[in-house]
């Protein structure tokens, strides 16, 4: 990340995700059907023409791909679809996308394929009939059928986008090779690839006696741990609101909740308890399999829990203020060498007075191409920020997996009278042109905190992490002066980042472990906020250590022959544990 205006003390802060590809999504190989002949078949376009398979023998080679709507490795190769499309339409080759999810519509599929801009026809596929014939499971998954209409070819379109992470450019053109090979008359090198996806959501069909149902018993678990982000216009992919919703991803989701892979949360268990813990019970991840297991039966509508309210598209209730970035930025279709410089914007707050936050959040206006926010808070007339040391004047970030700020009674974060605001942005272009207009929304506390919350970044900007190395230490440190409160911890490392820890080492040499994530995701950046704050003596030494994989068998890895150091882009590194803490005000004279 690049520092805010020169006069201030050089600051980096999370990188995420460029487009989000959450744990909803992962790779497998699924059985082989190259070779298998594919009989005829006739589906619907979204605008009810019909296309038969019968229809295209003079096609050298069809390309069918497997499609959904709202899963995002899926979307984000469409571009790239749309590109190989142009390139192969004089050559003989007929490009169709199928789409078999029960729970896309044909409104949707047609909204889908105009906001995407998918040049050649989009079919739907009622029962997932020819995703059963073709043995397809998850989308994006490719087929290249040969002049005989076998399968020469099945799996992904290339490795860029995968589970938690974007490559700067792919490794292997797979779908690109084999189509070439297939067109040469030559066999297929690599005829079978494994897809990174969300599984074809498939219809759900209830199995004998119900004794686990929707309505009595998993409604409330999805209610309470997938809602907040499975909800139009929040970061999950797909809603979650209805039994049709939650019965047709029924598949997706228990592949991620027995990896334990949804909810997000990272932290290990037994040490500190935080109060945004996202993890399943057993209890629930035991009814969510069994409703499953159990074909997905409704149960009766007279059992179902009342619904949560929220502030439409805000995750920390309805904002007290809204500030906006002052211009509509056009991020370009495709990144210049060495990617996007970041963007800077500054929105005067115009407050007559010091204000309290008791909660802020950070809103992408297009989250498509928004890589990251930071919004610092900046005093009148000096031009400075309002901290010490790395995270100096940051009010809040966002970043995917993080959902805003907030502090309980008693705690907030100031914003001086006049203050300026200054958005720190980082776009990364998706292969469409797109514009954004990204804004913050405040809640202010009720009455002056007792303590104020800032935030401090414990970084190691030496850092440098050897060619290969599978396992490489990393660590930082910072010594509070005064006595503290610590009130929520977050590690941030870019793709080689592996694990993280902090501990507390206190002035009698007592050691205690705050938090351990030992499988660090960049796609998931989350705030663990405590459940009771704690009190840390002067003299208390936070100590942080990191690992980093820069090997090969890092599947995220961008270059594992590179010696990797402290940057701005995703394929550089950073080691910094961020802490919101606030020092303890004297007790008053008697």
């Known amino acids: 990340m690049r520092p805010p205006p020169s006069r201030l003390p050089r600051l980096l802060l999370l990188a995420a995700a460029a487009m989000l590809l959450p744990a909803a999504v992962r790779a497998d190989t699924p059985p082989t059907q190259i070779g298998k002949s594919i009989d005829p078949f006739a589906l619907e376009d979204t605008a009810g023409k019909t296309w038969s398979l019968a229809d295209l023998k003079d096609k050298k080679a069809v390309v069918v791909i497997f499609v959904g709507t709202q899963c995002p490795i899926n979307n984000a190769f469409l571009p790239r679809l749309a590109e ?38 989009v079919l739907r596929d009622p029962g997932a009939a020819v995703a059963d014939r073709f043995g397809a499971r998850r989308t994006p998954e490719a087929f290249i059928l040969d002049g005989e209409r076998k399968v020469r070819y099945q799996g992904r379109i290339d490795d860029q986008f995968g589970l938690g992470y974007q490559r700067p450019q792919p490794t292997r053109h797979d779908l690109a090779a084999a189509l070439d090979e297939v067109l040469a008359g030559k066999k297929v090198s690599q005829a079978a690839t494994p897809v990174a996806g969300c599984l074809i959501g498939r219809a759900a069909r209830p199995k004998g006696p119900a004794t686990v149902t ?36 029924s598949d997706m989701i228990r592949e991620v909740i027995e990896e334990k892979r949804m909810p997000p949360w990272h932290a290990a268990p037994g040490h500190l308890k935080f109060k945004n813990d996202r993890s399943l019970s057993k209890a629930d991840r035991d009814t969510l399999l069994s409703w499953i297991d159990q074909g997905c039966p409704k149960g009766d509508a007279k059992d179902l829990p009342g619904s949560r309210k929220y502030a439409e598209g805000w995750y920390i209730g309805k904002p007290d203020a809204v500030f906006t970035m002052p211009t509509v930025v056009t991020v370009p279709a495709k990144a210049p060498k060495g990617g996007v410089p970041y963007k800077y914007f500054t929105v ?21 191409v928004v890589h990251h926010i930071i919004v610092y808070v900046f005093a009148k007339d000096t031009g400075r920020s309002l901290a010490d040391g790395i995270g100096s004047g940051m009010l809040v970030a966002y970043a995917p997996g993080d959902l805003g ?94 694990s993280f820890e902090y501990r507390a080492v206190y002035p009698d040499g007592k050691k205690e472990l705050l938090l351990s994530v030992p499988r660090y995701d960049f796609g998931w950046q989350a705030s663990y906020v405590l459940q009771q704050p704690l009190r840390l003596p002067a003299g208390t030494r936070i100590e942080c250590t990191a690992h980093y994989d820069n090997s090969k068998d890092n599947p995220y890895n961008p270059d594992p022959t590179a010696t990797v150091g402290w940057g701005e882009q995703t394929w550089h590194e950073m080691m910094i544990g961020f802490v919101d803490y606030a020092y303890v005000s004297p007790a008053p004279k008697q």
């Open 84 to 121: 190989m499309y142009r390139t192969y339409a004089d050559k003989g080759v007929q490009f169709l996308a199928v789409n078999a999810n029960h729970q896309d519509t044909p409104k949707r599929l047609a909204d889908h394929a105009k906001e995407f801009a998918i040049p050649f026809p």
């Open 214 to 249: 929707y309505t009595k018993h998993v409604a409330r678990i999805v209610r309470d741990r997938c809602q907040e982000c499975h909800r139009p216009g929040q970061i999950g992919p797909m809603p979650l609101l209805t039994y049709d919703d939650v019965s047709s991803w």
């Open 348 to 368: 005067p707050t115009n407050f007559d007075e010091d204000r309290w936050i008791q909660a802020a959040e950070a809103k992408p206006g297009n989250k498509a």
């Open 405 to 498: 700020v907030a502090y309980p009674a008693g705690a907030a974060k100031k914003i001086p009278k006049d203050a300026t605001l200054v958005f720190q942005v980082h776009y990364t272009p998706n292969g469409v042109a797109q514009t954004d207009r990204s804004s913050v929304g405040l809640v202010f506390a009720k009455a002056p905190p007792r303590s104020e919350v800032k935030t401090k970044g414990i970084a190691n900007y030496g850092l440098r992490i050897p060619p290969g190395a599978g396992n490489h230490k990393v660590t930082s440190a910072f010594k509070f002066a005064k006595d503290a409160t610590l009130w929520a911890l977050l590690p941030h490392m870019h793709l080689r980042g592996k």
